[in-house]
């Protein structure tokens, strides 16, 4: 019995490493992970002339659309992975990307609270429904950016860039949409509150985290 279990963790650990891809190319150093369920990626890159890669970004998703992405889930491996890049090359981050709103649940429950809660994005919004959308004029990506940072949008990362000496300074945004019906599918939103309420929330398609080193 103990010979089969032996064997069985090899070929645990033998599938687990299949699975890993580790990349190296000029100004960048990436880790990949994939198997019949889900993808991840973290990848660091630098200036070409530098020796420090000072910028790192996270991808996680499911191959089944309908599978829920949470990123309390991701934290582990995004340590696991970070440590290993640190045994390999010198890292002194200023920005972070590990994905928008939309592509994690809980990250994405917290952001649809903090819009609802805010008077200041609810004043504005109806009068952007009601009058400068049909005017042409552009969302307030400024409001929009403003109340992500005052509310700390994307806390649920902090404790572990915390680990590794950092803190979010700035949240910057791009390319900002609002929430759909298929979204309100997928994640059963209607559980939390009113379609119409879901429909105000804007949701930025690109996040970057400025962070810098506290320790």
Not at 44 to 62: A, E, G, I, R, V
Not at 80 to 102: C, F, Q, R, V
Request: glycine share 2%; charged share 25%; hydrophobic share 40%.
């Amino acid at each position: 019995m103990k010979k089969y279990f032996t064997l069985f963790l090899f070929n645990l650990f033998f599938v687990v490493l299949l699975s890993q891809e580790f990349i190296r190319k000029y100004g960048d150093f990436t880790i990949k992970y994939n198997d019949e369920k889900s993808f991840k990626l973290l990848n660091f890159s630098k200036h070409p002339d530098s020796l420090t890669y000072n910028y790192m970004k996270f991808d996680s998703y499911f191959h089944n659309y309908k599978d829920i992405n949470n990123l309390a889930d991701q934290i582990s491996f995004i340590k696991e992975y970070w440590k290993i890049a640190e045994d390999s090359i010198l890292i002194n981050l200023t920005g972070i990307m590990i994905g928008y709103p939309l592509v994690y649940k809980d990250l994405l429950l917290k952001h649809i609270k903090i819009f609802i809660d805010n008077e200041e994005w609810q004043k504005y919004y109806l009068e952007y429904k009601t009058t400068l959308r049909n005017e042409y004029v552009q969302l307030n990506y400024k409001l929009v950016k403003n109340i992500m940072n005052q509310n700390n949008s994307y806390n649920l990362i902090s404790p572990l860039i915390s680990e590794f000496g950092y803190k979010i300074t700035d949240i910057t945004i791009e390319k900002i949409g609002f929430i759909t019906k298929r979204d309100i599918e997928k994640y059963n939103l209607l559980e939390y509150c009113s379609e119409e309420k879901l429909f105000t929330i804007p949701v930025p398609f690109i996040v970057y985290l400025k962070v810098k080193k506290i320790k």
